[in-house]
């Protein structure tokens, strides 16, 4: 075949749709840190579209006693067990344990889909303050200590509160996505999908996690402000 051959059949090829994500349907989920308010709620939300949940805590005691009053489709484990048995892991311990928690966790998270939604926020009497880790982010941190992982970064801008809400039976906002694969990430997206209202959108590489991290300060100044719970949209798209 002669190189305009080539560049006739890659003409003919259709792009693919961008909104074309696979079926996640089937996948386990482990939550890190699923006791706290973010990531009980993130729990709660897929479980209820149907999600397999396993939720991780340092003491797994608490871990399944939290899973007992989520009800149907959560179990509670220790973060090891959490981390094994999950096709992909949900990262959402608070700041200050983030990389000691990824650090013992290294092997047993070996191979899996991490999804980091971990802010580095400070707090003083100003309100809260974007923090930069020494890697450029949360995200980049959890892939330097994680390096046989596929590290991606999610599910930052979701309010605790409407996410553990049984009143609220849509969350309508955006979930920006980052990571180096294309394909670990429309998988994050589809997950974000599954929630009613909300939408995964590819945002880009995991160098640009910063910014995205670091946005939850000022939703964080605006709800306060407006006594809400912002979320975001990205138009256009």
């Known amino acids: 075949m002669t190189s305009a051959d080539n560049t006739s059949t890659a003409q003919r090829r259709p792009a693919k749709d ?3 994500l696979p079926d996640v349907s089937e996948l386990v989920v482990g939550v890190l840190g699923g006791t706290g308010d973010q990531g009980r709620g993130l729990v709660y939300r897929l479980a209820r579209s149907g999600q397999k949940m396993i939720i991780g805590s340092r003491a797994a005691e608490r871990a399944r006693a939290a899973a007992e009053e989520l009800g149907e489709g959560v179990e509670g484990a220790d973060n090891a067990e959490c981390a094994r048995r999950s096709d992909v892991v949900i990262v959402a311990v608070p700041w200050e344990g983030h990389a000691k928690t990824l650090e013992g966790l290294r092997d047993d998270l070996a191979g899996k889909l991490v999804v980091d939604c971990v802010n580095p926020l400070g707090f003083d009497k100003k309100g809260a303050y974007a923090i930069v880790p020494e890697e450029g982010s949360a ?8 390096p046989e992982s596929r590290v991606t970064a999610a599910f930052h801008h979701l309010s605790a509160v409407l996410l553990q809400d049984p009143e609220v039976q849509r969350i309508e906002t955006d979930v920006m996505v980052l990571g180096e694969s294309r394909d670990d990430c429309e998988t994050v997206q589809a997950l974000a999908g599954r929630i009613p209202g909300m939408r995964g959108v590819y945002a880009g590489r995991l160098r640009n996690a910063h910014q995205v991290e670091s946005l939850v300060a000022n939703l964080i100044s ?3 402000r407006y006594k809400a719970h912002a979320g975001l949209r990205i138009t256009d798209v």
């Open 222 to 224: 605006a709800n306060r």
């Open 139 to 146: 995200a980049q941190q959890a892939a330097a200590l994680l």
């Open 18 to 20: 961008p909104w074309d």
